[in-house]
């Protein structure tokens, strides 16, 4: 296997999980690249299953590296429960010690963050966005404020002071006058930094630029993201987004490799589509149908245990997320969640219903998605159990005719396709 990313291509919740820890038997070095961890994952090992949010899912595996890149922001107390969570599931502590480490240029989730969500989200009442008001939005705005700490500065008393100095006048004026919160003192924010540097003392990788150099020479290296490409900050349903870059474009960046690294980057789909939170949805089920394929499929969030609303395929976002996204193949999850369907329809294009034209490329403006109405072509069902098929060839006839127009459609090669959560559920095409 050659420097692959995995990228997920529609609203996140794909389950590139899944596909990481398939790629990451044949991978060295598994790199976490952006987010935080109000994304969520979830792996299912001899029915087992293990939910990760930061940590990257490599870390099933005993003898890799799992990175969590600079693009990364990072929530300390939620890093050391994950971790804990781990263990207890059969992870060893040694495992961790060894194979964990954490880039010191990646950005710290203060507590302060944490409260400027939660009072942003709740201000903006129906115009909400949807976060998990875990601070990852004001972390990354405070990111590019250059009035940020990151993992480093825990590890310097001298730098924290004098960047404390700089940072907490102007966030405690903010924090009181603006969003009528408690602001910190000095003495405070350094017992709290103090904390934070215990957390990540066994694991923070000072020699990071020894470790990606070896790496980009001798190993093979898995780029693992969060989110989805229709959450990216730039190309997404802004404003109903993420604030990093889920495409593949962003992993050379947060990972400290460059885009030159990446030779191949799987773009991850489920057989539909779904979407937790707020924001714009053309083929949104709100109907039984829906509700079956959330039902079946189990669509609900691994962090925030919210139900995911659900439609129909859309090849429209599809082709969308292939040209931006970077990607160059496609991991199809879920597919044995139709196995009961008689009817199964995919949205090839967007029709306005003001001014009936047809479109068959993304309107990125999403206030005028209301405006859209999808254009479906309709598919016979299997109605067979796929979830024991280990070979292309063996899957049932109407399967692959969706299948096939699904790949002509988005344009690029369907590789791997999954009918079941567990490792041995997949098909390599």
Known sequence: MENTVVVGAQFGDEGKAKITDLLAQNADVVIRYQGGSNAGHTVVLDNKKYKFHLIPSGILYDNKICFIGAGVVIKPDDFQKEIKELISEGISEERFKKALKVHPLAHVTMPWHIEVDGYSENALGANKIGT??????????????????RVEDLFCEETLSKKLDVILPLKNKMLTEVYNL????????????????EIFTPYVCFEWQKLLDDAKRNKTILFEGAQGVLLDIDYGTYPYVTSSNPIAGGAGVGAS?????????????????????????VTELTDETGEKIQKIGAEFGVTTGRPRRCGWFDAVIAKYSVLVGGI???????????DTFETIKLCTKYRNVKTNEVTEFYPTNVYTHCDYEPVYEEFAGWMCDTTNIKKYEDLPQNAKIYLKRLEDIVGAPIKIVSTGPDRDQTIFV
């Open 132 to 149: 998990t008001k875990k601070g990852i939005g004001p972390t990354y705005t405070d990111k590019y404020a250059r009035t940020g700490i």
């Open 182 to 197: 408690h602001g910190y003192s000095k003495e405070v924010a350094m017992q709290i930094c103090s904390e934070y540097r």
């Open 257 to 281: 490799v460059g885009p030159l690294a990446i030779k191949e980057a799987v773009g991850v789909f489920k057989a539909y589509i779904t979407r937790v939170g707020e924001g714009p949805f």
């Open 328 to 338: 160059s193949s496609v991991a199809l999850t879920k597919l044995d969640v139709f």
